[in-house]
C-alpha cells in the first residue's frame, strides 16, 4: 500500500429539500454571485426559481451565465470568468451537471488569474487562488461534486482534456436525489456507465490496495443492482439517491486511497469520440471499456479475474469481459461504434485523432499499434 494524505474539504449536503440551505450557506461567502446554468433544464424542472428565491432571501446580488453545453468548452469558461471579474463576484452558484460543475470550478480559478482558462490545461499556468464554488448538483454521474477535477474541450485545438488543482473542490455541494427525477433515460443510463468507469479506473490504477479493491466492488454493486431498476423508474427517490450516492463515492478519492495512481486510458480513449463527435461522455465509456479489455487482458489477467470473481461469479477473464458488456447493453448504453453511428468510415479520424492526442492511461501503456485494434474491438 502506498503513502496516502486523506483531504477532501467539500461539505456535502445530501438528501431531500437541502436546497434550502444554499442561501445561507452562500450569505457566509459574499453578497456578489456568480450563477452558472446549462441550457435550460433547471428552469424547466423549477429548480432555477427555488435557487433565486434561496439568493433572494439573504440579498444577493445575481449575475448569470448560461447556455454551457455538454461537454463543456473553454470560450464558455473565459467569458463567463470575464464576466465574473468585471462584476467582482465573491461567489459561484453551479447548478446542473458535471459540465456546469466542472465549467465552474474552472471559472473560479480563472477569475482572479487575468488568463485563458486553456492556460492552466496546457500546462502554461498554475491556478493561485480561487473563488468559493457552491455546486447544486442536477445529475449522477461524474463525481465533480466531491473532486478537484474538471474536464473541458478546445475546440479549436480538438482537444478534450482533464485537469486537477486542490482549489478547485467545490465548498459546499447540495446533492437532493428529487432534482435528478428530470434527467432523461439516457442520461440516467451515461450517469451509471460513468460511474462505474470511475470505479474501474481506480481499480486498475498502480498499487496494491486491497480495501479499496473492496470499496470499487461494493460501488460498482451498487449501481449493478439499482441502475437497471433506476432506468424503469426515473421518478424512484430511494433508487436516485442510491445511484447519486454511488455516483459521489466512485470518485472522491475514495477508491485510489492506497493506489499510486488511476488507470483513465478508456476516458482518454472517450474523451477522442467526444471531441470528434459530441458524444455524451457515458456513452463513450460504454463503448471503449470492453474493447481497452480486450486489448490489454493479458497484461491483467489476475486483475480482471478478480474482478470477475467479486462482480459476476467467474474465473474467467473472457466472461468478465462479456458480463461487463451485458450490463452496459442492459443499461441501454451503446457497446459499439456503429450504435452511435459511426461506421468504418469514421475509423481512422478515430486512429488520427488517438494518435494527436496520445492516448494513453498511466500505468498500463498502449502504443500507437494499438490504436487500430482498439478501434477493431469498438466497431
Ligand atoms: O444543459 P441542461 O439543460 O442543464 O441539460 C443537461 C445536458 O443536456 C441535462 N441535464 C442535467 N441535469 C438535468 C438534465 N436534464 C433534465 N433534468 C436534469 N435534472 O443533461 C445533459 C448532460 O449534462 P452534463 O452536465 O453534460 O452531464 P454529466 O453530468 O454526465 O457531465 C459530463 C461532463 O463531465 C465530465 C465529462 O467529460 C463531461 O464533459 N467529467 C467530469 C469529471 C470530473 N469533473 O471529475 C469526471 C468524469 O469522468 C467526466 O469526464
Ligand atoms: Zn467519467
Redesign the pocket.
Same mark, same amino acid.
Given at each position: 500500500m502506498e503513502n496516502f494524505i486523506v483531504h477532501n474539504p467539500t461539505v456535502l449536503h445530501f438528501g431531500r429539500d437541502v436546497v434550502n440551505e444554499l442561501g445561507n450557506t452562500v450569505a457566509k461567502y459574499g453578497k456578489r454571485v456568480l450563477l452558472v446554468?446549462?441550457?435550460?433544464? $433547471?428552469k =424547466?424542472?423549477g429548480?432555477y426559481q427555488q435557487i433565486l428565491q434561496q439568493l433572494t432571501k439573504v440579498k444577493a446580488e445575481v449575475y448569470e451565465y448560461s447556455?454551457?453545453?455538454?461537454?463543456?468548452v473553454v470560450e464558455d469558461v473565459d467569458a463567463a470568468a470575464a464576466l465574473g471579474r468585471a462584476k467582482a463576484i465573491d461567489v459561484i452558484v453551479a447548478v446542473?451537471?458535471?459540465?456546469?460543475?466542472?465549467s465552474a470550478?474552472v471559472i473560479s480559478i480563472t477569475i482572479p488569474a487575468y488568463q485563458s482558462a486553456w492556460d492552466f490545461f496546457a500546462q502554461k499556468a498554475k491556478p493561485t487562488s480561487a473563488i468559493p464554488v457552491m455546486a447544486v448538483l442536477?445529475?449522477?454521474?461524474?463525481?465533480?461534486e466531491m473532486?478537484p477535477?474538471? $474536464?473541458? =474541450?478546445n475546440v479549436r485545438s480538438k482537444n478534450?482534456q482533464?485537469f486537477?488543482n486542490p482549489l478547485m473542490y467545490p465548498r459546499h455541494s447540495f446533492l437532493d436525489p428529487s432534482?435528478?427525477?428530470?434527467?432523461?433515460k439516457n442520461?440516467t443510463a451515461?450517469?451509471v456507465v460513468?460511474l462505474i468507469?470511475?470505479a474501474l479506473?481506480s481499480y486498475f490504477g498502480k498499487g496494491d490496495a486491497s480495501l479499496s479493491d473492496k470499496i470499487v466492488f461494493s460501488v460498482i454493486k451498487e449501481a449493478m443492482e439499482y441502475g437497471p431498476d433506476l432506468l424503469k423508474n426515473l421518478r424512484d427517490y430511494d433508487l436516485r439517491a442510491r445511484i447519486m450516492y454511488a455516483a459521489t463515492l466512485a470518485?472522491n478519492g475514495i477508491t485510489i486511497n492506497g493506489r499510486v495512481s488511476g488507470e483513465w486510458g478508456v476516458?482518454s480513449i472517450?474523451?477522442v469520440i467526444?471531441v470528434l463527435y459530441d458524444t455524451?461522455?457515458?456513452a463513450t465509456?460504454s463503448i471503449a471499456y470492453p474493447a481497452w479489455l480486450k486489448l490489454v487482458k493479458d497484461q491483467i489477467p489476475e486483475r480482471i479475474q478478480l474482478l470477475g470473481k467479486n462482480l459476476f461469479n467467474t474465473d474467467s477473464i473472457d466472461k468478465t469481459i462479456e458480463k461487463l458488456e451485458a450490463l452496459f447493453k442492459k443499461l441501454e448504453s451503446p457497446v459499439r461504434l456503429k450504435e452511435i453511428k459511426l461506421t468504418t468510415n469514421h475509423h481512422q479520424q478515430i486512429i488520427d485523432q488517438m494518435i494527436k492526442s496520445k492516448v494513453n492511461g498511466a500505468n498500463i501503456r498502449l502504443t500507437e499499434e494499438d490504436y487500430p485494434r482498439l478501434v477493431s474491438f469498438m466497431a
Open positions: 446554468y446549462g441550457k435550460g433544464s $433547471v =424547466q424542472t429548480l447556455g454551457i453545453k455538454p461537454n463543456p446542473g451537471g458535471g459540465s456546469v460543475i466542472d470550478k442536477t445529475l449522477a454521474a461524474t463525481g465533480t473532486n477535477f474538471a $474536464v473541458l =474541450q478534450k482533464g486537477g432534482n435528478t427525477f428530470s434527467v432523461p442520461y451515461y450517469g460513468d468507469a470511475h479506473e470518485l476516458h472517450g474523451h467526444s455524451p461522455h457515458g465509456l
